[in-house]
């Protein structure tokens, strides 16, 4: 059985011997057997990691070390202790929502979820070991007086709209606590704020030797890799922040019913469909069918049709294909991922002219130069030397050289007719800030 996961605020100082027990007694045949593969894999890679690391020399050692340093210092670089970057995170966000409209959740421990599945918890449940991604009859057994509440998921997004300034206003608008890191990155940022909940705030000092110092005693879990356990960020802030991809999935009792399967299968399409215009993604080309067999193995399936897909139909008739290939099996959870997506503003213009319809173009109109030459001698010389354009129907000397250069020409005009000039200056557009207060002013008009 894979070992209790107490890394979450409100949770350490737990008996996870004890909650570990509790939740092998209360755990499926299924589940307990895909532990003990995932525990085996775990000891595994841990034995020959051992077994590698015994038979290392002093001189390997000396050579690894010597790289290591070597690529800490190369990545000291980009280390920036100019800024300060707070990151507010909600403490136990769905279960304040709920405490907050029923003050009998306050002082009682109590969960957002379902006997299937839980949201999230309260810090008085986190005390029982109650936890966000554990089955609520699991929770049951771990805290008997839990109170369990069905998530009201849209209220959580309107509220959601409120939280978007700094924790003493957060708490007066919506009567919600939230925690911040303050730190020189993000990435730093928000482990800080995991430091003091609920209803707190942690500042790491903008120097080398705070960051270090706040890094060491952490556990390995928390730091990962070289970049991070250095306190450098995984990228700059300045990258390109689009989403890679888009995905919806759902957890449902075990299922091996091909239309049952299918009716999951429209909903989650549904939603996912739903999801894109507020995402400002047009389609993806590559569509993934995500299935959780009972057994609780993993399948991903990932079909490129080789086209934009973006319609309910046209995503559906994808995702069927893949889960014909997979049945008969009994399945708990299927997920539908879009991905290599085409944004809202990267859709290509009317006057762009892709590699297929050029070619399109240029067979129409050799077969029309076939037919006049065959139906007109005295035209024959000049069609043999002339061609026209397909873009600007220009009349070019039928070279090809001479033909692909003019092409090309017309192709980088196309995209060039709305770029600013060298001399141009372009005035950058300005956003209209919202503050808290135009944010309440804008309320009380409502």
């Not at 990155?185 to 080398?208: H, R, T, V, W």
Request: charged share 30%; glycine share 4%.
């Amino acid at each position: 059985m894979l070992t209790f996961n107490d890394n979450k605020a409100g949770m350490a100082g737990l008996d996870k011997e004890r909650i570990t027990k509790i939740i092998e007694s209360n755990t499926s045949e299924n589940y307990s057997n895909f532990s003990k593969k995932q525990q085996d894999r775990i000891n595994e890679k841990t034995a020959a990691i051992k077994k590698r690391l015994e038979a290392v020399t002093p001189a390997e050692w000396a050579r690894a070390e010597k790289e290591m340093d070597e690529l800490a210092a190369k990545l000291e670089c980009h280390r920036d202790l100019r800024r300060d970057c707070v990151h507010i995170d909600m403490d136990a966000y769905f279960a304040a929502v709920e405490m907050r409209d029923d003050p009998r959740l306050r002082t009682v421990p109590m969960a957002v979820g379902s006997m299937a599945m839980l949201s999230t918890s309260n810090y008085i449940a986190r005390r029982f070991g109650v936890r966000a991604a554990m089955p609520g009859f699991i929770a049951k057994k771990l805290c008997p007086q839990l109170e369990l509440v069905h998530g009201n998921y849209d209220k959580y997004k309107r509220e959601s709209a409120v939280v978007r300034e700094i924790r003493f206003r957060v708490e007066q608008a919506t009567g919600l606590t939230c925690s911040a890191g303050i730190a020189p990155n993000f990435m730093l940022a928000k482990i800080c704020s995991d430091m003091n909940k609920p209803n707190g705030q942690f500042e790491l000092e903008n120097s080398y030797a705070s960051v270090m110092e706040f890094l060491n005693p952490l556990s390995i879990r928390k730091e990962s890799f070289l970049r991070i356990a250095l306190g450098l960020p995984g990228r700059p802030s300045a990258s390109d922040p689009r989403r890679k991809s888009i995905s919806v999935e759902r957890t449902f009792t075990p299922i091996s019913d091909r239309d049952g399967l299918l009716e999951v299968m429209e909903k989650v399409c549904d939603m996912l469909i739903e999801d894109m215009p507020t995402a400002g993604i047009v389609g993806g080309r590559c569509v993934t069918l995500k299935l959780k067999l009972s057994s609780f193995d993993v399948l991903t399936r990932s079909i490129t049709p080789g086209r934009l897909v973006s319609t309910r139909e046209d995503i559906l008739a994808i995702a069927r294909e893949a889960l014909d290939r997979e049945l008969p099996n009994e399945i708990r959870l299927l997920g539908i991922r879009l991905s290599n997506l085409q944004f809202t503003h990267d859709r290509p213009s009317d006057n762009t002219v892709s590699v297929l319809d050029f070619w399109k173009k240029r067979q129409e109109l050799d077969v029309a130069a076939i037919e006049d030459n065959e139906a007109s001698t005295e035209s024959s010389s000049n069609l043999d030397n002339t061609v026209l354009c397909p873009i600007c129907n220009v009349p070019l000397k039928n070279d090809d050289r001479l033909v692909n250069q003019h092409v090309d020409e017309c192709l980088n005009s196309a995209v060039l007719v709305d770029s600013p000039r060298p001399n141009q200056e372009v005035k950058p557009t300005r956003k209209r800030k919202t503050t808290i207060e135009t944010f309440f002013a804008k309320k009380e008009r409502k």
